[in-house]
């Protein structure tokens, strides 16, 4: 990493020669002259093997830290969608789910595979979700949710934009579509406590739902999508639809329900008694409930171990191919009589 | 005296327009003589007409005025002239001086005849000249737009752009409510602000004209009144018609035509310095009519032509007292001259305003486009049809999946199809399977719209004006002579200059100084070599005393000083008195105009003689050293001092010089009455006309010095001298003074007239004069022949003289076979170009090497002059004498017309992909400079023709070594890897773009939200490119310079070919997928949200497009760590603050996501595993096979120039930067 001052000390010592002349030296002439000071690094075979080395050396350990991240969380993964149906609607979901009647209340059974530390996070994951479908995404107005009906202009969320001529607050489809199961869990007799409370952004609580908006007309039309809110709680308190309408990035996503403040010990067995309302059976999407520990990471995820030590071991097997094509075939470094016209006189 | 004085006194200065008279007005004049006296000169109307139609230049120049090209200008500019050196022959003369040019001067002729065509100028009455029509006032505008106009027209000249109409067509896509992907203004931004920036520069650079053309139009000037005395009046008021007086040193306002000046014989003297940059003064006529009316009652009316661009003609007639005159250009003085050395002229307007021929002209250089942009449309073809192909899939995919679920989008809760809020129940938002399908296809265009990177356009003109800057500013292109500095006239072909594969060069003034010193002569048989006297460095320094002043030739000459005391001796012997007669005729055989220039000392005066030939100027200054000073010059006589006695001269007749006859004679009336004329010119014709029967030793004699002379590298002239008795003088004289006055087909008349008497000529003898090398031409030549570079020369001056200069330029070396081609008719000229070829051919096979760029010991010099080339330029056997010509590594070509020039470039331009430059400094190089590829014009001594119709403009031929293998080699460099590097840039976040579409459900989503990918391309990515566009620098410019060999990467197109492409794109693919899915299976079934895992692949992208081009970037510069580094600090800034704004849904989103470790062990991961694939290519192909450039790299890193230079095996070359310091 040398500078490049070479050319230009010559050119000043030709310029002072010469008298009379303008001024040929100083910070502006360099640059007029593309003379100014330069570091031109150039990869050498030393740099670049030792380049993929290091860079094996770090990916290696990362990846390895990363897998054991992982593999510290626990989780617990229950579908339930299909078993939570009795029986006889088994061949016809939509029916069951769209019939008010019918009981919704469903128990599942989950055990505790490994002692599972506090604050274990409850989340239900839904797939085939398409809330990043662009009808969806655009289907809202921030305005609204932060000023209530001090805000108007809803003509973002239609088709929900307004009921009996005012707006719907909040309109739009995607709080429209709130998710309506709830759970609640018990470990033998005892009954779990679950904590609902911290469960969206603090930011959106704060700055981006209004503390003086309350939802007074919300799902009251001919087709109801899914929740109803309380009237009396102001939006910035509605933490599950704050919570809903942090839109997910992916089609496969968890949201958080809630956190168990209690550790589970192996083998406990966790009773979920739930009610299964939220209708993804029209379009064949899964519910699933997940209990899961975190670590640095976020929640179990294996890829991302496997990718760095996929890199890390990659980089060094480059480095050795290339450290040993140097050590057999070296090019002399910046021999100009390699250079194509030198070869092509030789050979001629 | 004066009344023996013809009326018209000079010949009238219009040029080629009336060559061929439509009435035979002198019958007397036998044609037969005509035509046997000068074989080259009169070739017949009907051949004349014949031409007319193959030329398309001329016929469009006769038929448009207005679309007269610069062409067609400077085709009769050379005319006037007196220079025997065939390079400077008329341009008009198309491939070897057939008389095409005079076919325009017949059809300019015809049409001038008509009075419709004509503008009626009643002198000293503009009411009665403006009253059928208004003619334009005198004030000027250049300003292109009013402030009414600013707008529409400014809109109107930006969208001329294709690039620009497509960000339109994007925006205005988005306004369709169908199809808001982007918020409607922010779709708008980019457009808005790119015409915003170019709006204003373009208002500030009119506000500017605005303001100079205030300043110009209040002027003042003198204009006559009614009453007889002048008033002063701004120049915006002046109109045609109206007479304007001018004092010396004054502007002239608008085109005059002379009436009077205070010269009595009616002489002015203009600088046309701000119309062509010619600084040598130009003599200008009032007509004897006027001139001698007792001012200021003038009436008359003048028939001018239309106004026209063409600023070396003018054609008018006159009728004052019911006398009918005709006017030519030497009658007009055009606006923006100045008057100087005549305290006053009166003139009468005749074009006003923005008729007026310098306001005609004021267009711009043509303009081009460079090699690399055409390349670069192809890859621009390529992405349109991938991007084509991406809203194509995504189209398809979202049909595929509308089908599948078509049942459940009435109640599917992120569908919806069904809109239950008005009482009727209807589709929402939906119009059916084939339009949602079409407007998906419409919405993904916009989506994807920076697939076509239309940042790109504006980058490349932003790092080409920065280019430009250095090019301009280096001092290695400086000219220190005549200080002047480098100009880029077109902007858009810097990289051109790396490409370079042939230069064709002039020779006089481009690789010659065009500084002519007069060097020896041979007079009446005897050589008088200034050789042998030099030892002494002699300077002759003459000087006569006036008045008690001394006055003194400008210019010091080296004499002879055998020749000087012959001269100073008596005239009693035969050896003197041709001795007198040979000075007297360099004196006065031209139409030099002594000035006389005061110097710090009172007492002693200059003598400048001011020519628009310097060869006339070289001999008129060796006169004055050998004793014969020309010291005064009017239209009616001269006075020469011939050692110290001062005699006069009455000027009876001159014959210009032109380009068939190539000579010139003037007519002397002698103190004691005797007539001689006095003939100069080309030795090809004057031994024509030379009476052979005198004595044959004699011409021989001569014969032999003229051809030790041209072998010598000197330009030569043979001087003749005949005198008339009085019947020959009588007839001349009528004859003369009919054609002089005649309306039509003057110059036809003029040159009958001049081959009639100048016949039967007397040899005095011939000079030689010295057109010395520039500075540093043999080492460029040798530089740019190294770089691979074909030098060809073009050249009109002998055979003989161009193969010495050839090889006293190194282009020419003792080791190489010279095949020279020079035949004067058409079957010998093809039966040698046959032979020619199968013997270069056969050379070539028997070394087996065809390459000629490196130090291949067998090289083949073509040598072919430019009668060979009327024969085969223009017909079946061009394809031969290219084939013969690629063969060669050097081809000279001699004697050439400037069309052939023209045409020897479009030759090789045509049949050939590589790159033509042309190089020349005369307006004879115009139609070359503006065939080839690259055109550079040398500010020399020959005026500002080639400057004004060329790319490039610089001071010494020499410089072309830094400007293509320096700057050219960077400029290509630079701007081919910028292209690929933009390419990327936009092709990457597409691509991330469409593979998140991919999982939603194919609408169109985007993660990365709207104002970060509108931003992407304008704050997080767009400086870096441009000023690593802009500072860096493959190679050093010693490196550059020592191994010249480094260009020729350029002409390989090694910085931007179809396999480089296909690479970066490969890369693109494989970066964009490693952005993408890993924060997707990273966060799979994760809580993230849109706008969180949006920011990770905004801030991944812009990293690692950033660190992409760090990774390329060869001499980092603090402005370069500035701007990379600055880059992603500022798209950091700008996430947060995008992310600052409650109102948008992402709220929060950076801080949240980024606070967690997942997101920054991603980023990691990203670009290292993104960049990993380029570096192991990179490496491996910088180590093993390695190019020239990173050897040098390397190389330069090392300092191993010794090494190299102790193995031998590379020339040095003698160019370093401290001999250009020079």
């Known amino acids: ?348 | 005296m004066d009344s023996k004085r013809p009326l018209l006194l000079q010949s009238p200065r219009t040029t080629n327009d009336q060559e061929f008279p439509t009435i035979p007005v002198f019958p007397e004049l036998p044609k037969s003589k005509s035509s046997s006296s000068n074989t080259v000169t009169f070739s017949g109307v009907e051949y004349g007409q014949q031409v007319d139609h193959k030329t398309s230049s001329n016929s469009s120049t006769s038929s448009s005025k207005s679309a007269m090209s610069i062409h067609s200008m400077s085709s009769s500019k050379r005319n006037n002239s007196l220079n025997h050196s065939g390079s400077k022959k008329p341009v008009t003369v198309r491939y070897g001086s057939k008389g095409g040019g005079d076919s325009d001067g017949l059809t300019m002729s015809q049409r001038e005849l008509r009075d419709e065509d004509a503008r009626l100028v009643y002198i000293n009455d503009p009411e009665k000249t403006n009253e059928s029509f208004e003619f334009f006032g005198n004030s000027i505008r250049t300003a292109k737009y009013s402030i009414l106009t600013f707008i529409p027209r400014n809109l109107f000249e930006q969208f001329r752009r294709v690039a620009y109409v497509y960000f339109l067509i994007i925006a205005i896509l988005n306004q369709l409510p169908q199809l808001a992907v982007f918020g409607r203004y922010v779709s708008i931004l980019p457009l808005a602000f790119v015409l915003f920036v170019t709006g204003v520069k373009d208002a500030f650079e009119d506000w500017r004209r605005h303001n100079s053309d205030k300043v110009e139009n209040n002027r003042l000037a003198s204009v006559l009144i009614n009453d007889g005395s002048f008033v002063e009046k701004k120049w915006k008021d002046i109109r045609v018609g109206e007479i304007v007086k001018i004092k010396t040193n004054e502007t002239i306002p608008c085109d005059i035509v002379l009436l009077s000046t205070s010269d009595p014989t009616g002489v002015a003297y203009v600088q046309t310095i701000n119309l062509d940059g010619e600084s040598n003064l130009k003599t200008r006529y009032a007509k004897q009519e006027t001139g001698s009316k007792v001012q200021p009652r003038y009436t008359g009316l003048i028939k001018c032509e239309k106004p026209n661009r063409n600023i070396y003609g003018f054609m008018a007639n006159m009728e004052i007292d019911g006398k009918k005159l005709s006017l030519g250009s030497t009658n007009i003085v055009l606006r923006g001259c100045e008057l100087k050395n005549t305290s006053w002229a009166l003139g009468v307007a005749v074009y006003c305003g923005r008729d007026t021929k310098a306001m005609l002209n004021s267009s711009g250089a043509p303009t081009k486009r460079s090699r690399l942009e055409t390349r670069m449309n192809y890859e621009i073809i390529m992405l349109s049809s991938f991007l084509v192909a991406l809203c194509t899939i995504t189209s398809v995919c979202a049909a595929v999946w509308l089908k599948r679920h078509k049942d459940e989008l009435n109640l599917l809760p992120y569908y919806r199809k069904l809109d239950f809020s008005k009482p009727k129940v209807d589709d929402y938002k939906y119009y059916g399977w084939g339009l949602e399908i079409f407007f998906t296809f419409l919405m993904s265009v916009i989506v994807y719209q920076v697939m076509i990177p239309i940042a790109l356009y504006i980058s490349i003109e932003l790092v080409r004006v920065g280019q430009a800057y250095f090019m301009i500013e280096d001092h290695r292109l400086y000219d220190e002579a005549t200080d002047s500095k480098f100009q880029c006239r077109a902007l858009n072909i810097n990289e051109d200059l790396g490409q370079i594969k042939y230069v064709f060069s002039d020779k006089t003034g481009t690789l010659t100084e065009n500084k002519m010193e007069f060097q020896c002569a041979s007079i009446w048989g005897v050589d008088y070599s200034s050789t042998k006297a030099n030892i002494d460095g002699e300077q002759g320094e003459y000087s006569v005393q006036v008045d008690g002043k001394v006055l003194k030739p400008k210019m010091k000459v080296k004499v002879n000083p055998e020749l000087l005391k012959l001269a100073r001796s008596a005239v009693e012997n035969e050896e003197g008195k041709r001795i007198y007669d040979f000075f007297l005729a360099l004196a006065t055989c031209n139409t030099i105009v002594p000035l006389v220039v005061d110097t710090p000392d009172s007492d002693v005066k200059l003598l400048d003689y001011q020519g628009e030939s310097p060869d006339e100027q070289a001999l008129a200054y060796a006169a004055a050293a050998y004793g014969f000073m020309l010291i005064e010059r009017t239209s009616g006589h001269i006075v020469i001092d011939i050692h110290g006695k001062r005699l006069k001269f009455n000027v009876l007749g001159l014959h210009e010089f032109d380009s068939d006859r190539k000579r010139m004679s003037v007519i002397l009336g002698y103190p004691d009455s005797s007539v001689k004329l006095f003939v100069k010119g080309a030795d090809t014709t004057m031994f024509n006309v030379i009476d052979k029967s005198y004595n044959m030793d004699l011409i021989k004699s001569t014969e032999t010095h003229l051809h030790s002379y041209s072998s010598l590298g000197l330009r030569t002239l043979v001087i003749g001298m005949k005198e008339l008795n009085t019947s020959e003088f009588e007839e001349w004289h009528a004859a003369y003074e009919a054609a002089s006055t005649a309306v039509f087909g003057r110059a036809a008349l003029l040159k009958k007239i001049s081959n009639n008497v100048e016949s039967n000529v007397c040899i005095l003898g011939a000079s030689a004069i010295e057109d010395k090398l520039q500075q540093g031409v043999p080492e460029a030549i040798e530089s740019l022949r190294a770089a691979g570079i074909k030098v060809w020369v073009l050249t009109g001056d002998k055979q003989e003289t161009a193969i010495s200069i050839g090889f006293s330029s190194k282009l020419l070396t003792r080791n190489m076979t010279q095949v020279i081609i020079n035949s004067n008719n058409r079957v010998s000229c093809r039966k040698n170009l046959k032979d020619a070829l199968e013997r270069s051919r056969k050379l070539m096979s028997t070394f087996g090497v065809g390459n000629n760029d490196g130090a291949v010991a067998n090289q083949i010099a073509l040598i072919i002059d430019g009668g060979s080339l009327v024969h085969i330029l223009d017909s079946e056997h061009e394809e031969e004498l290219f084939q013969l010509a690629s063969l060669c590594s050097v081809v000279l070509c001699c004697r050439v017309a400037p069309l052939q020039k023209a045409g020897i470039v479009s030759l090789v331009k045509n049949r050939t992909s590589d790159m033509t430059l042309a190089i020349g400094d005369g307006a004879n190089d115009v139609s070359m400079i503006q065939m080839a590829d690259v055109g550079v014009g040398i500010s020399g001594q020959e005026g500002r023709q080639a400057v004004m119709s060329s790319d490039f403009a610089m001071g010494q031929f020499r410089f072309l070594v830094p400007l293509l293998l320096i700057h050219g080699h960077w400029n290509y460099q630079r701007l081919g890897y910028m292209i690929l590097y933009n390419f990327y840039r936009n092709a990457v976040l597409v691509l991330v773009l469409f593979w998140y579409v991919l999982y939603t459900a194919f609408t169109l989503t985007t993660a990365i939200n709207e104002w970060s990918s509108t931003l992407y391309s304008i704050i997080y990515s767009a400086l870096p490119t441009i000023i690593v566009g802009i500072l860096d620098k493959d190679l050093g410019r010693s490196t550059l310079l020592k191994f010249p060999q480094l260009y020729s990467a350029g002409q390989r197109d090694e910085a931007y070919n179809k396999k480089l492409f296909l690479l970066t794109m490969a890369d693109t693919l494989w970066q964009s997928m490693v952005i993408f899915w890993p924060p997707l299976f990273a966060y799979w079934k994760s809580t993230i949200d849109v706008a969180s895992i949006g920011d990770l692949w905004t801030i991944a992208t812009v990293i690692l497009v950033n660190l992409h081009l760090a990774m390329d970037v060869v001499r980092w510069y603090w402005v370069t760590h500035a701007v990379i580094w600055g880059s992603i600090v500022a798209t950091f800034i700008s996430v947060m603050i995008i992310d600052a704004i409650p109102q948008l849904p992402g709220y929060w989103a950076f801080f949240h996501v980024s606070s967690s470790g997942l997101f920054w062990a991603l980023l990691l991961g990203i670009v290292i595993a993104a960049l990993l694939p380029r570096l192991v290519v990179k490496f491996i192909y910088e180590y093993y096979f390695p190019s020239d450039i990173q050897i040098s790299r390397e190389a330069e890193k090392i300092k191993q120039y010794q090494r190299v230079a102790e193995n031998g095996q590379i020339e040095m070359l003698p160019i370093s930067d401290q001999q250009q310091h020079r």
């Open chain 1, 1 to 348: 990493m040398d500078l490049d001052g070479g050319s230009s000390s010559t050119i000043s010592t030709g310029a002072r020669a010469i008298p009379g002349r303008p001024v040929r030296h100083g910070a502006l002439y360099q640059f007029t002259q593309q003379n100014l000071p330069a570091c031109k690094p150039v990869l050498t075979p030393a740099a670049v093997i030792s380049t993929f080395l290091l860079m094996g050396f770090i990916f290696i350990p990362v990846g390895l830290v990363t897998l054991r991240a992982s593999y510290s969380v626990v989780e617990i993964v229950d579908r339930y969608d299909i078993e939570c149906v009795p029986e006889e609607y088994r061949s016809n979901k939509v029916a069951y789910v769209k019939d008010d009647s019918v009981s919704k209340n469903c128990s599942r059974f989950l055990k505790v595979p490994k002692s599972m530390r506090a604050p274990i996070f409850i989340y239900y994951q839904l797939d085939n979700y398409y809330q990043n479908h662009r009808r969806y995404v655009k289907s809202r107005t921030d305005r609204q949710l932060l000023h209530g009906l001090g805000y108007n202009d809803t003509s973002s969320c239609r088709p929900l934009e307004s009921s009996d001529d005012l707006p719907i607050v909040p309109c739009g489809l995607i709080a429209w579509s709130l998710f309506n199961d709830t759970y609640k869990f018990s470990r033998g007799p005892s009954e779990l406590k679950v904590n609902r409370k911290d469960i969206a952004w603090k930011s959106d609580r704060n700055h981006k739902f209004g503390k003086h908006v309350y939802p007074f007309n919300f799902q009251n039309g001919t087709l109801t999508g899914g929740a109803k809110l309380d009237p009396t709680i102001p939006l910035s308190d509605q933490e599950d639809l704050i919570v809903w309408m942090r839109t997910a990035a992916l089609p496969t996503f968890r949201k958080l329900y809630g956190r168990i403040e209690e550790d589970l010990e192996a083998d406990d067995v966790i009773v979920v008694n739930l009610k299964n309302n939220y209708n993804t059976y029209s379009f064949g999407g899964k519910k699933k409930i997940v209990l899961s520990t975190s670590s640095w990471l976020g929640g179990k995820n294996d890829f991302l171990g496997i990718a760095n030590l996929f890199v890390g071991s990659f980089s060094i097997l480059i480095s050795i191919i290339f450290l040993v094509l140097h050590l057999k075939s070296p090019r002399p470094y910046g021999d100009t009589a390699y250079a194509s016209w030198n070869k092509k006189s030789i050979s001629s």
